[in-house]
């Protein structure tokens, strides 16, 4: 069985610029997560999407948002790309309350 | 107070050691929790949950106390392959992780 997928791996950005990150999850998984990693530190949650419907936003700014489609796949996006914003970003799906994380997006901000 | 907190590390440790980790977490409402590990660059893995009675699997024990809010990790006979950031997680509706204790276990 395929694990959660991430696209792209790696990511180069200008600051100011937009990304979308992408996530397919394990299959018959419903509800999808997203984190930030940084360097030295564990992740850090930012959204919860359980059946297309946001369950949890952690504390980030609007910059952020997310979204999950009706196969259960999502995509994160960021506006106005902050050089702090440089980070693994890093999607998990869940059967319960264990989740599985896919190998991440590294995204770097020039 | 950060919401889960763990020993800072790093741990170097032989091989052959015992080695144990431990965690606190804030919100005593907490249900489940969880100890992840994490290879240089690489993605977070379920290393195993941790129940009320403390659970074992293999050389790894997990044990849990509500009344502290306490959580350890228990690493015996250490293994090169055990080397890895080890992360403590709660998980509130929405997963608090732990900023991670390094272990390198060496020859």
């Known amino acids: 069985d395929a694990g959660v997928t991430q696209s792209p791996t790696h990511l180069i950005k200008t600051r100011g610029q937009q990304v979308t990150l992408r996530c397919s999850p394990i299959?018959?998984?419903?509800?999808v997560s997203w984190y930030q990693q940084v360097l030295g530190q564990g992740p850090q949650f930012i959204f919860q999407?359980?059946?297309?419907?946001?369950?949890g936003r952690g504390n980030f700014p609007d910059r952020f948002s997310a979204r999950q489609f009706p196969n259960y796949s999502s995509e994160l996006n960021v506006n106005a790309l902050l050089l702090g914003d440089s980070a693994l970003y890093l999607c998990?799906?869940?059967?319960?309350?264990?989740?599985?994380f896919g190998q991440g997006t590294r995204l770097t901000v020039v | 107070r950060k919401e889960v907190e763990q020993d800072p590390g790093p741990f170097n440790v032989p091989e052959g050691a015992t080695v144990a980790f431990n965690c606190t977490y804030s919100n005593s409402a907490s249900q489940s929790f969880f100890w992840y590990r994490q290879d240089c660059r690489k993605e977070p893995k379920l290393l195993m949950s941790v129940y009320s009675s403390g659970n074992e699997d293999g050389r790894f024990t997990a044990q849990l106390n509500r009344a502290s809010q306490y959580i350890s990790l228990l690493i015996r006979d250490s293994k090169l392959s055990d080397s890895a950031t080890y992360l403590c997680?709660?998980?509130?509706?929405?997963?608090?992780f732990g900023a991670g204790t390094r272990l390198t276990v060496k020859p």
């Open positions: 998990a799906s869940s059967p319960a309350v264990e989740a599985f």
């Open positions: 299959s018959g998984h419903k509800s």
């Open positions: 997680v709660v998980n509130d509706n929405d997963m608090r």
């Open positions: 999407y359980y059946e297309k419907e946001e369950r």
